[in-house]
Every structure is written in structure tokens, then in C-alpha cells.
């Protein structure tokens, strides 16, 4: 695979990650994994962090595309995951969802875990649910504002979205969507029974598109990431 690299120093470096493959493995993962990909062109990456996950400072899932950041030494590793448990990283994200989303901006704050009901999904729970109690649960916030509103010919309603998370929950972004009640559009996971699909979508519209942190330097930088083919197509047929 050829990847795309947005930048490099010595301390780290900045992928474009294609849709389609898994980030590091995980259980039964057996297919080559971005990692593996990452080992072959950067063998010292063995010598950063832990396996399986080595230098990657955070992830983002099979399905979704966009900005990846890894980190080539554990100095940098310990800098940029504290950024990220610190909340000091401003992370933006394209989501489409289905439906016509009410509010033009807006704040979602909630409690998230595994669901009870199945082991692949998370849950997201109301603060002040009598589940908040639960276990294992972690508060889970994103900010979101709408881009774009598409109505089709046949009554079906689309909203293009730029999400910012706050905090970086396992998927974080599709279940808050669902539990606001517009899932990502093509999101098999936490989609709705019946739930319509665009045209030529062939996975959830989800895109890492921007990432602004503070290097081991002291300096700020900003990473910008361009909405893929696939996912400009499915707009383009919504227009």
C-alpha cells in the first residue's frame, strides 16, 4: 500500500488514512493492518510504545478516513498522548448524517460504554439516566456544526456536518449521531431499521479532515486532510 504521508519530522509523522483498513489489530484481526504497513517503511517504529499499537498516538476506525498521528519516538509518544488525555488537540471531522438535523450548532454531552446487548457497539447514556451509576461508563462530549442540508426527490433528508470531540471515546461520533437519532449515513453499526442510504455510499461518511496540536517543540501545528473521492460523489449526487 502506498501511503500517503501529509508530513514528517523526527519526532513524528502525519498519514492520510485510506478507508477500508484497520489502524492496528485487534481480537480476530487477520488482515495486513495500517501498522504493518507503517513496520516495513519505518522499522524503528518497533522500539516506540507497546505492541500492538507502537508509536500510534490515537485511532480512528476501519471505515473511516483522514488525519492519523504517530509518534516515532516514546518522547514524543508520552507528549502527544498526554495533548490528547488533556483534551489540547483540536480535531475536526466530516459526518454525514441521515435526517434534517434540527439545531444549526449544538453540544452533545453523555456517558458512554460498551452496550450491554452487543459486545461491538457503545452505548451512550443521558447524565442523569439511572444507568449513569454503571460501570465502566466515561463522559463522552462533541460539538458539531451544520454545513449543508440535502433534500432528495424522494423526501429523503441528509445533513453535512463538521464534528469537533472534545473527548476521544471508542466510537464516539457514530453513537452520539445515533443517539440523537441521525446516524452516519452508511453507518451499518448504529443504523436505524429502514434507514435510507445516498447514492453510491459504500461505507459510513466519516472524514478526519483537520488536526491542530501543540509539537514536543512547543510549536502549533494545523493538518489538513481533503474529503475523499468516494465521499465527494456521494455529495455531488445529493446536489
Do not use: W
Not at 502525519?14 to 516495513?40: N, R, S, W
Not at 454525514?96 to 450491554?116: A, F, H, Y
Not at 452508511?186 to 447514492?199: A, H, N, R
Amino acid at each position: 500500500m502506498n501511503l500517503k504521508i501529509i508530513y514528517e519530522d523526527e519526532n513524528i509523522l502525519v498519514i492520510d488514512k485510506p478507508t477500508g483498513i484497520v489502524v492496528f489489530p485487534e481480537g480476530l484481526t487477520k488482515t495486513k493492518t495500517l501498522i504493518d504497513y507503517l513496520l516495513e517503511k519505518y522499522p524503528k517504529l518497533k522500539n516506540v510504545g507497546a505492541p500492538p499499537r507502537y508509536g500510534i498516538v490515537h485511532r480512528l476506525d476501519k471505515e473511516t478516513s483522514g488525519i492519523l498521528l504517530v509518534a516515532k519516538n516514546n518522547e514524543s509518544l508520552r507528549f502527544l498522548q498526554k495533548e490528547f488525555k488533556e483534551s489540547k488537540v483540536l480535531k475536526k471531522y466530516l459526518l454525514l448524517v441521515v435526517g434534517d438535523l434540527k439545531s444549526n450548532r449544538g453540544k452533545i454531552e453523555t456517558l458512554i460504554g460498551r452496550s450491554p446487548k452487543n459486545r461491538k457497539k457503545q452505548k451512550a447514556f443521558s447524565l442523569t439516566s439511572p444507568e449513569a451509576k454503571r460501570k465502566g461508563l466515561r463522559k463522552a462530549i462533541t460539538e458539531y456544526k451544520v454545513l449543508e442540508r440535502f433534500s432528495t426527490r424522494d423526501r429523503k433528508y441528509y445533513t453535512l456536518i463538521e464534528v469537533n470531540p472534545k473527548t476521544g471515546r471508542k466510537h464516539q461520533i457514530r453513537c452520539h449521531f445515533s443517539f440523537l437519532g441521525y446516524p452516519a449515513a452508511g453507518d451499518k453499526l448504529y443504523s436505524f431499521k429502514g434507514q435510507p442510504e445516498p447514492e453510491s455510499l459504500k461505507r459510513h461518511f466519516l472524514h478526519a479532515s483537520s488536526l491542530k496540536i501543540r509539537l514536543l517543540d512547543g510549536k502549533e501545528k494545523e493538518f489538513k486532510s481533503d474529503l475523499p473521492e468516494d465521499l465527494k460523489e456521494v455529495l455531488g449526487k445529493l446536489k
